[in-house]
Nanobody, 121 residues
Framework: QVQLVESGGGLVQPGGSLRLSCAAS????????MRWYRQAPGKQRELVAV???????NYADSVKGRFTISRDNAKNTVSLQMNSLKPEDTAIYYC???????????????WGQGTQVTVSS
């Protein structure tokens, strides 16, 4: 079994910064794509940032130039540096990953439990 655990959420003023982290643990052979999603109240979950094992990134238009996704393959972690935060960035942020794992190894998709980010003055 694999677990993803996020940390780093909290309350920040508009224009401020936060850094989210997500650590994967368990019987992991490798991790392919790692992603951050978010879900604001009353809205659908949306993809925020993607980072492949080869280092290719992709961002939602709403966060380009403000958010940066990075990963540490040795530690099985992914981070999201969020700068110039806006009230509309308020949401629960979820880590998601395609993990090669299991007694019969194959890729499984896992989600973290989410961490709340609130941007407010």
């Amino acid at each position: 079994q694999v677990q993803l655990v996020e940390s780093g959420g909290g309350l920040v003023q508009p224009g401020g910064s936060l850094r989210l982290s997500c650590a994967a643990s368990g019987s992991i052979f490798s991790i392919n794509v790692m992603r951050w999603y978010r879900q604001a109240p009353g809205k659908q979950r949306e993809l925020v940032a993607v980072l492949t094992s080869g280092g290719i990134t992709n961002y939602a238009d709403s966060v380009k130039g403000r958010f940066t996704i990075s990963r540490d393959n040795a530690k099985n972690t992914v981070s999201l540096q969020m700068n110039s935060l806006k009230p509309e960035d308020t949401a629960i942020y979820y880590c998601n990953a395609d993990v090669y794992s299991g007694s019969i190894p194959r890729f499984h998709n896992y989600w973290g439990q989410g961490t709340q980010v609130t941007v407010s003055s």
